[in-house]
C-alpha cells in the first residue's frame, strides 16, 4: 500500500466527496452564467501565477497571488451579490423543502390542487372541477372542450375567468391532469339544494350519476364545496384546507402510491390528514 493511504480515513473519503458535490453543484449552477465566465477568467489567472511562483519561487509574486485570492474572495460577495441571492432563494425552495406540484409524468399533486381551489376561493372565482374515479365521464367530457392538459393554476383560472368562452361549464380531472373543460353535468332535482346555483347543484347531479368527486367554487360567498354520493359538503374559513386535502386524496387514490421524498417524509402528517372528512349538506 502506498504510504500516504496508510493514514486515509473513512472520514477523508467523505470530505473529499463532499467538496466535490459542492464544487461541481457551483460550476453547473454558474455554467454559461456572468458568474460563471467572472469565476473562469478569474480561475485562469490565479493558475496562471501560482505555476509560474511555483515553478520560478517567485516570493513577491507569490505573495500578491495570496492577496489576490483574500481579495477576491472578500469582494466577490459583493460583485456577485444578485447572484449570490438568486442561488440562496433557489436552495430555499429547492424539492426536499416544499411539496411539489407536479410529479414527473406531468399529473398534478393533491396538494396543489386544493391550492388551487383555495386561491379561487379567495379570488371568488366560481369553478365546477370534476375528479373521475371508478365510473369514466368520457361521455360528459364530449359535451365540452378535449384539453389533455398540465393542471396547473394559471390555466384553471383563465378557464374560469368570465366571460371567456370557456368560464361556464365544468373541468374534468383524469390522472391529475386536465381531460376536459366547458363540459355540461347534469343537474340535481334534490329539493334541499334549490337556493343554491346550477354549479352546486350540477356538481351534486354528476356525483348522483357517478362515483365522481366534484369541487365547487362559490362566486358569492367564496366557500368551497365538496359533492360526493349525492350529498354537499360546505367548507369555509382559513382551515378549509385540511379536510378538502382530504376529499381530494380520496378522489385521487393512485396518487397516494406515487411517493417521492416529500411523501415519505410526510407520511404521518398526510396518514392524519386522510381521515374519514366531517361536514353536512348544505
Not at 483574500?70 to 436552495?91: D, G, H, K
Request: proline share 5%.
Amino acid at each position: 500500500m502506498p504510504e500516504f493511504l496508510k493514514d486515509f480515513s473513512y472520514s477523508d473519503a467523505a470530505q473529499i466527496a463532499i467538496l466535490y458535490a459542492v464544487i461541481y453543484a457551483i460550476l453547473k449552477g454558474v455554467k454559461g452564467s456572468r458568474v460563471g465566465q467572472a469565476l473562469m477568467g478569474g480561475g485562469i489567472i490565479v493558475a496562471l501565477l501560482i505555476v509560474f511562483s511555483v515553478l520560478f519561487r517567485f516570493a513577491v509574486l507569490t505573495r500578491i497571488v495570496q492577496f489576490l485570492l483574500i481579495y477576491f474572495a472578500v469582494s466577490s460577495v459583493v460583485i456577485f451579490q444578485p447572484e449570490i441571492r438568486r442561488i440562496l432563494m433557489t436552495i430555499g425552495a429547492f424539492g426536499f423543502l416544499e411539496a411539489p406540484k407536479h410529479r414527473d409524468d406531468g399529473s398534478a399533486t393533491p396538494e396543489f390542487i386544493v391550492e388551487t381551489l383555495v386561491e379561487l376561493a379567495r379570488r371568488k372565482m366560481g369553478a365546477l372541477i370534476a375528479f373521475e374515479r371508478g365510473i369514466s365521464l368520457r361521455s360528459y367530457e364530449e359535451t365540452g372542450v378535449a384539453t389533455d392538459a398540465v393542471f396547473s393554476r394559471e390555466l384553471v383560472q383563465a378557464i374560469f375567468t368570465p366571460p371567456l368562452p370557456l368560464h361556464d361549464g365544468g373541468i374534468v380531472i383524469r390522472n391529475g391532469r386536465i381531460a376536459s373543460c366547458h363540459c355540461i353535468f347534469p343537474v340535481s332535482n334534490n329539493p334541499d339544494l334549490i337556493s343554491h346555483g346550477m354549479r352546486h347543484r350540477s356538481a351534486v347531479g354528476l356525483s348522483e350519476e357517478t362515483d365522481a368527486l366534484v369541487a365547487v367554487v362559490s362566486e358569492e360567498s367564496g366557500a368551497i364545496s365538496i359533492a360526493h354520493n349525492g350529498r354537499l359538503y360546505r367548507y369555509t374559513g382559513e382551515d378549509r384546507a385540511i379536510p378538502i386535502l382530504r376529499w381530494i386524496n380520496k378522489a385521487m387514490p393512485e396518487d397516494n402510491e406515487k411517493s417521492g421524498f416529500w411523501r415519505k417524509v410526510s407520511a404521518p402528517v398526510f396518514r392524519f390528514l386522510r381521515r374519514k372528512p366531517k361536514g353536512g349538506i348544505a
